[in-house]
RNA sequence: CGGGGCGUAGCGCAGCCUGGUAGCGCACCAGUAUGGGGUACUGGUGGUCGGAGGUUCAAAUCCUCUCGCCCCGACCA
């Protein structure tokens, strides 16, 4: 490809609304432009990129026996009443309706579109197991668009839907989809684990996430210093503390706390660790009631634990203030399970408290040394409800925990009978009787992935394609050519032979200065840069520069393809 | 949804407080010189100042409404 045919659209100036690296460099590289919030046009550099993912996905699907399907994005309401998920969803799937009144919706995920193709399409258990996938565009109406193309409204996604006979079927195809998945994560050169995860909104059993490591990602994940335990934080389980409870030494004491409300105020005020305080939340429980969660004052709610638990309402919701008042008879900020007539649930570490600080139910007031059996009933029963914490112990026994950030590029589930049960999705068994399918799914963010590769390939002159993201792999960059008919001659065959021996060239044939080629290629982020120069011809040489080296190779002209083939 | 901020040329911004013929840099077009790290100079194209209404002799500027965009928060207890 010739720069004079195949504009590169960049930009010197970062642009004012770009907050991340990946977001910044997509567009001042030229890989696309915002149309709306969350909404973007992808420009030709950006959809080579595109095309490279996807062709690595395609790749590895196919080889993973996954079969290619394409569904459509507007959806039909009477499928997704069918799941349930038309009263679910909220907000965040955009309905629509059609001149006849009909209801649809767009599309934020195939599942009960691939069910009703697989009950139509599928009859006997001949057929199964079965895998399709597609590559389609999803749109989910978020609340906060942000991050450029990381967290989009629409986006592209490869989606792909199994189904199974039985557990041990569907275990079998996720096995192979997760090691398909490290395949493609590993061609496209990215650094990424597979954590545990939650199954959220789609709901299913085993799950397991990849994740892209970038300190902009939005997840935190949880590793293991000692074993290959990797989970998101949000599934990670805290373990029960082992060391007993210390004894009490402090009496029981009302203190005045004016204004006083966060750990952190409180802790700082009365000068103790958080790690002594008690937090005390109200949540609302599943029957109108509320339920108190106590948990250690350094530590996070994880309310995807809490709202699993029986007696708390699915999604966690907080007590409103009127409740706070009329159940603890004060503000929120001075609650304290003493004298509290409702149900609580109390934290591992929580249990393990003494002499602690809480809340006295009455406004500007806490209680100091404050010990469970003594001063209120001891704890029956505990919970994990809480974030776990670097330094942790692994839930796995072996080592402790750190935390990283991760970009979430990649999912996959074993959703069971969930969709398929729901929407009567079956097969004549061996006996000739109907027997329910069983069904896994399993996604990667296409977009996505190319903002978390930038996210973690960058530096101060632009992006660094991994070289099997790059939409380019060499740059041909004449120095000076309108100057030169030999220089010109030279290029134009040398171009014509890297295009021969099946390099992907970028020839810059515009009549620009070389130091604007330079930073155009570095900012798009070419992996190999050829530069040919009236100079360097005197002697039958060019220079070679891969994108990361700190000088210029002189290579001979006769050379440079062989240079490249070895290289690349 | 709550809080904050911003909409003026393709991009980045000034002008607004104190109303009086719309500016700067980059980009783009033409020319001259230059020619190995976003070169310099000259000339030029391009804007109903987000939209609607109002106040006024006069509105980018003041007032009201509205639309859009960005950031933070949605875990004080």
């Given at each position: 490809?010739?720069?004079?045919?195949?504009?590169?659209?960049?930009?010197?100036?970062?642009?004012?609304?770009?907050?991340?690296?990946?977001?910044?460099?997509?567009?001042?590289?030229?890989?696309?432009?915002?149309?709306?919030?969350?909404?973007?046009?992808?420009?030709?550099?950006?959809?080579?990129?595109?095309?490279?993912?996807?062709?690595?996905?395609?790749?590895?699907?196919?080889?993973?026996?996954?079969?290619?399907?394409?569904?459509?994005?507007?959806?039909?309401?009477?499928?997704?009443?069918?799941?349930g998920r038309w009263e679910q969803y909220g907000p965040e799937l955009?309905?629509?309706?059609?001149?006849?009144?009909?209801?649809?919706?767009?599309?934020p995920?195939?599942?009960?579109?691939?069910?009703?193709?697989?009950?139509?399409?599928?009859?006997?258990?001949?057929?199964?197991?079965?895998?399709?996938?597609?590559?389609?565009?999803?749109?989910r109406d978020e609340i906060r668009?942000?991050?450029?193309?990381?967290?989009?409204?629409?986006?592209?996604?490869?989606?792909?839907?199994?189904?199974?006979?039985?557990?041990?079927?569907?275990?079998?195809?996720?096995?192979?989809?997760?090691?398909?998945?490290?395949?493609?994560?590993?061609?496209?050169?990215?650094?990424?684990?597979?954590?545990?995860a939650d199954t959220g909104s789609i709901g299913g059993?085993?799950?397991?996430?990849?994740?892209?490591?970038?300190?902009?990602?939005e997840d935190a994940?949880?590793?293991?210093?000692?074993?290959?335990?990797?989970?998101n934080v949000e599934k990670a389980d805290a373990?029960?503390?082992?060391?007993?409870?210390?004894?009490?030494?402090?009496?029981?004491?009302?203190?005045?706390?004016?204004?006083?409300r966060s750990i952190?105020?409180?802790?700082?005020?009365?000068?103790?660790?958080?790690?002594?305080c008690l937090k005390t939340l109200l949540v609302k429980g599943d029957d109108d009631n509320v339920v108190a969660l106590l948990l250690r004052g350094?530590h996070a709610l994880n309310e995807i634990k809490a709202e699993k638990l029986a007696g708390v309402a699915s999604p966690l919701t907080l007590a409103s203030d009127d409740d706070i008042q009329r159940i603890a008879g004060c503000q929120a900020g001075y609650i304290g399970p003493?004298g509290l007539d409702i149900p609580m649930i109390v934290d591992h570490s929580a249990?393990?408290?003494?002499?602690?600080?809480c809340g006295?139910n009455?406004n500007?007031?806490?209680?100091?040394?404050?010990?469970?059996?003594?001063?209120?009933?001891?704890?029956?029963t505990t919970a994990d409800i809480r974030q776990v914490?670097?330094?942790?112990?692994?839930?796995?026994?072996?080592?402790?925990?750190?935390?990283?950030?991760?970009?979430?590029?990649?999912?996959?589930?074993?959703?069971?009978?969930k969709?398929?049960?729901?929407?009567?999705?079956?097969?004549?068994?061996?006996?000739?009787?109907?027997?329910?399918?069983?069904?896994?799914?399993?996604?990667?963010?296409?977009?996505?992935?190319?903002?978390?590769?930038?996210?973690?390939?960058?530096?101060?002159?632009?992006?660094?394609?991994?070289?099997?993201?790059?939409?380019?792999?060499?740059?041909?960059?004449?120095?000076?050519?309108?100057?030169?008919?030999?220089?010109?001659?030279?290029?134009?065959?040398?171009?014509?032979?890297?295009?021969?021996?099946?390099?992907?060239?970028?020839?810059?044939?515009?009549?620009?200065?070389?130091?604007?080629?330079?930073?155009?290629?570095?900012?798009?982020?070419?992996?190999?840069?050829?530069?040919?120069?009236?100079?360097?011809?005197?002697?039958?040489?060019?220079?070679?520069?891969?994108?990361?080296?700190?000088?210029?190779?002189?290579?001979?002209?006769?050379?440079?393809?062989?240079?490249?083939?070895?290289?690349?």
């Open positions: 490809m010739r720069t004079s045919q195949f504009p590169l659209n960049t930009v010197k100036e970062t642009p004012a609304d770009a907050e991340i690296i990946s977001h910044q460099l997509m567009i001042r590289a030229g890989l696309v432009r915002k149309l709306a919030s969350g909404l973007y046009n992808w420009l030709p550099l950006g959809v080579r990129v595109l095309q490279k993912v996807q062709a690595i996905v395609r790749e590895e699907m196919n080889s993973a026996g996954a079969l290619e399907v394409l569904m459509p994005v507007v959806q039909p309401a009477e499928l997704w009443e069918e799941s955009a309905r629509l309706t059609d001149r006849h009144g009909r209801e649809f919706c767009l599309g995920t195939h599942e009960e579109i691939i069910t009703e193709l697989a009950r139509n399409e599928i009859k006997s258990y001949k057929q199964l197991p079965i895998s399709y996938y597609q590559i389609q565009t999803k749109f668009p942000r991050f450029g193309i990381m967290r989009s409204r629409e986006f592209l996604m490869k989606d792909a839907y199994s189904f199974h006979m039985d557990d041990e079927s569907l275990q079998q195809t996720y096995d192979r989809m997760f090691q398909a998945y490290n395949n493609i994560f590993s061609r496209l050169g990215l650094d990424f684990r597979p954590v545990l059993n085993a799950s397991h996430e990849f994740h892209v490591l970038a300190e902009s990602g994940i949880a590793f293991s210093s000692e074993s290959q335990y990797a989970a373990l029960p503390p082992t060391q007993p409870r210390a004894e009490a030494t402090l009496s029981l004491q009302k203190v005045s706390t004016v204004g006083q952190e105020q409180i802790s700082v005020f009365l000068k103790v660790d958080p790690k002594q350094d003493i249990a393990k408290m003494a002499d602690f600080v006295a009455e500007d007031s806490h209680l100091t040394g404050v010990n469970w059996a003594r001063d209120l009933a001891d704890v029956d914490v670097e330094g942790d112990p692994s839930p796995d026994g072996q080592g402790t925990l750190t935390i990283a950030r991760g970009i979430e590029v990649g999912h996959i589930f074993q959703l069971g009978t969709y398929s049960e729901a929407m009567k999705a079956s097969v004549l068994n061996e006996n000739g009787k109907n027997q329910t399918m069983t069904m896994g799914c399993y996604g990667i963010g296409i977009t996505r992935v190319i903002a978390a590769a930038i996210e973690q390939n960058n530096d101060a002159k632009g992006i660094i394609w991994p070289a099997a993201l790059a939409p380019f792999q060499v740059a041909l960059l004449p120095m000076n050519m309108h100057k030169s008919e030999r220089l010109k001659d030279v290029c134009e065959t040398l171009y014509k032979e890297l295009i021969e021996a099946g390099f992907e060239v970028l020839f810059d044939d515009r009549k620009v200065r070389p130091g604007f080629m330079f930073s155009d290629m570095e900012l798009i982020g070419i992996p190999h840069r050829i530069v040919l120069g009236d100079r360097g011809l005197d002697n039958g040489m060019v220079e070679y520069r891969g994108r990361q080296d700190a000088d210029n190779t002189d290579i001979a002209l006769k050379d440079i393809i062989q240079h490249l083939k070895d290289t690349i």
